[in-house]
């Protein structure tokens, strides 16, 4: 847990969450730009570091318009390579909450720096056989960082793009059973509305006052949020697009 001293208030304390997994196409932006924008919409001031060198969530912000900005502030330091710590302990203490948008290759030395300093690492993991092969490095390096540096950082699986059929729910009990590393009870399906969000510069609430997909993303929230110990919070409304 990062903490800034401020003059003329007491240190503020900011959580931060490192969404990753060097598999790619896993859901790892789709996650942070959803929760990230979710959380914001609960009244916590949000930054989501954006540190892929595809910067789909750059990309993602930058759809929104001045009238309807996404709830989340959202910065490019893909550039700054493991160097991007530094700029976020500047932001320590202006936000409520970090969320750091790694890189998909373990090889990169963005996630080990993104766990030395995160509260909280998110490994997306779609319910089929190779990502479920592929999650172990992503479960090694969290590991890793717990033991080495990090004592006080927690790991969970989020289930992303979830669909039915013996093999998701066959893989759902292999990361259940997973000794080490705990999921959330939430899951992320394989819904029309996350891409959709994406051309507007939105989340999902955007797109309709009541939906599955808005269901989903403020389940992970409550469940994000008490893991952090932050307190829930009723979200606001979001704009509705119009189509």
């Not at 309709?208 to 469940?223: C, D, F, H, P, V």
């Not at 009723?234 to 189509?243: E, P």
Request: hydrophobic fraction near 40%; glycine fraction near 6%; aromatic fraction near 6%.
């Amino acid at each position: 847990m990062a903490t800034k001293q401020q003059t003329q208030t007491p240190p503020s304390e900011t959580r931060i969450l490192a969404i990753y997994n060097q598999k790619g196409g896993c859901g790892k932006t789709t996650s942070a730009m959803e929760l990230g924008g979710t959380i914001a919409l609960r009244g916590y001031k949000t930054l989501i570091a954006d540190l892929d060198p595809q910067q789909t969530a750059t990309t993602w912000n930058g759809q929104a318009s001045d009238e309807q900005p996404f709830p989340a502030r959202v910065t490019n330091l893909h550039a700054m390579g493991p160097r991007f710590t530094n700029e976020i302990q500047k932001n320590v203490g202006d936000f409520d909450v970090i969320i750091l948008d790694c890189p998909p290759a373990i090889a990169s030395p963005i996630p080990w720096a993104a766990l030395q300093i995160a509260d909280l690492g998110i490994i997306p993991i779609i319910p089929v056989l190779d990502n479920v092969w592929a999650s172990k490095e992503a479960k090694e390096i969290g590991l890793r960082a717990q033991r080495e540096f990090n004592p006080s950082l927690q790991l969970r699986y989020l289930p992303s793009l979830v669909s039915r059929g013996r093999l998701f729910d066959h893989c759902m009990k292999v990361i259940s059973d997973d000794p080490d590393i705990s999921k959330f009870k939430t899951s992320i399906s394989r819904r029309n509305a996350f891409p959709e969000s994406q051309a507007y510069g939105a989340t999902v609430h955007a797109l309709a006052s009541k939906s599955l997909a808005i269901t989903e993303i403020e389940n992970l929230a409550t469940e994000v949020l008490e893991l952090l110990g932050l307190p829930q919070r009723a979200g606001q409304a979001a704009t509705r697009r119009k189509k």
